[in-house]
């Protein structure tokens, strides 16, 4: 997996080598790409290393109300298709933040730009520490080595290839993803006698909740869940850079609109799998708990400890699994690094420099790519002391989400909501 997407990202890095490319070309793949791979793209860019193991240990640990998520996923493909898109397919922009600029002033669009970084920043190290851990607990190599080891190769084919390297990479990559799933549930489900037995463990653990109605204030709320996430995934997987980036890339508004329901179709499926595997974990553990035992020491490495324990079923079942997380956090890492890099240029430099050639504004996008990559293996120290994965990452698309989204719900649906002064 590691050299096939090295591979990708030195094709397209060889084959642009005696063409100067434009920004559109380096951010968006010159607006001429494919519906297939840019769906692919998007459903492997949303989905997480963080999405597979936290929230397999989010329903081991609490239950499968988290499949409300599909729900919120459905209000995003309709929200995204009849009022976002067609604003930002009319207006052709590369950044997503310059429509703040255009629509209210510069200061607005800074301010939504560096939420966005600093969000990345803090969201970036999660992507790759979650594998990493996998990692130590399946092989026993230390997550440090591992961090630098991939934070490095993404930066690296990023920078390398671009736009249309990080979206072919995800395209294996997500293959990857969907073998592992199978694989894991299969074999999961197998060694606990069955669908029904797995069903039977959750209601016996009360891990089976399908709508909790009754209660506002506790994690299972079926009202916190939507109200709460249906905002969030409206922007996190629409109008965020790394998505829209790919949205926009498409040369009509149609395929634009039909990749974003393949990616809520898509990702709700992904989100029952892993709910269910929770459910075949807790299953296989119902009478033997890992983590009050003493054998893990996070319940995020629930997921990574059941593949270790299963690992004899047949030689290279770790290498599956492993392969799959990694892809996940590699498909969004790259995605980042990408966007980010836009962002700082477009953003932030192209006021300071902006008469500087295309190739020299190439380089120092590449450039940022691979210092984004060197910041992210400093970052994970810090990420490792916190909680779990899934709750992090929440709250980190909280914080990001629920502020860009009011801005661009102002912008496009609230004519009177204007800045003072113009700048």
């Not at 490319?21 to 951010?27: G, I, K, N, S, W």
């Not at 009478?287 to 996070?298: E, L, N, R, S």
């Not at 593949?307 to 392969?323: C, L, P, T, Y």
């Not at 940022?368 to 970052?379: D, R």
């Amino acid at each position: 997996m590691v050299i096939v997407s090295a591979a990708i990202g030195l094709y397209y890095a060889v084959k642009s080598r005696n063409k100067t490319a434009t920004m559109e070309d380096y951010l968006l793949g010159g607006r001429k790409m494919g519906l297939f791979p840019i769906s692919c793209s998007l459903i492997a860019t949303s989905l997480t290393g963080t999405s597979i193991v936290g929230l397999t240990a989010e329903t081991y640990a609490y239950g499968t109300h988290s499949w409300l998520y599909s729900v919120c996923f459905t209000i995003m493909a309709i929200c995204n298709t009849f009022i976002f898109l067609p604003v930002f397919s009319e207006l052709k922009l590369t950044s997503s933040f310059k429509y703040l600029e255009m629509r209210f002033n510069r200061r607005v669009r800074l301010l939504a730009s560096g939420l966005f970084l600093l969000t990345g920043l803090i969201f970036l190290p999660i992507t790759v520490y979650v594998p990493a851990l996998t990692f130590q607990s399946v092989t026993g190599v230390n997550t440090h080595t591992t961090v630098v080891v991939l934070s490095l190769l993404c930066a690296a084919y990023t920078a390398l290839g671009g736009f249309k390297a990080v979206v072919w990479t995800d395209v294996v990559q997500l293959a990857l993803m969907i073998v592992s799933f199978i694989v894991v549930i299969v074999i999961g489900t197998n060694t606990v006698g069955g669908f029904e037995n797995v069903f039977e463990a959750g209601k016996r653990g009360q891990r089976l909740i399908i709508l909790n109605a009754e209660e506002v204030n506790t994690r299972t709320s079926m009202y916190g869940m939507i109200l709460s996430n249906a905002f969030t995934a409206t922007y996190q997987f629409g109008l965020s850079q790394t998505n829209l980036q790919r949205f926009i890339s498409l040369p009509s508004l149609n395929k634009m609109r039909i990749s974003a329901w393949i990616l809520s179709i898509a990702f709700s499926l992904f989100f029952f799998l892993s709910v269910f595997l929770g459910l075949v974990v807790y299953a296989n553990y119902e009478t033997c708990d890992p983590f009050k035992a003493g054998f893990i020491k996070k319940i995020d490495q629930i997921l990574p400890y059941f593949i270790q324990e299963k690992a004899s079923f047949f030689h290279g079942f770790n290498g599956i699994f492993i392969a799959g997380i990694f892809s996940a956090s590699l498909s969004t890492t790259s995605s980042y690094f990408n966007a980010m890099s836009g962002i700082i240029y477009e953003d932030f430099l192209s006021k300071r420099f902006p008469n500087i050639k295309d190739r020299t504004v190439g380089n120092i996008m590449k450039a940022t790519t691979f210092a984004l990559g060197i910041l992210q293996i400093f970052l994970v120290f810090f990420v490792e002391k916190l909680g779990m994965v899934m709750k992090m990452t929440l709250q980190v698309m909280a914080i990001n989400s629920a502020t860009l989204i009011t801005l661009f719900i102002l912008g496009i649906l609230i004519p009177k909501a204007n800045s003072k002064v113009r700048l």
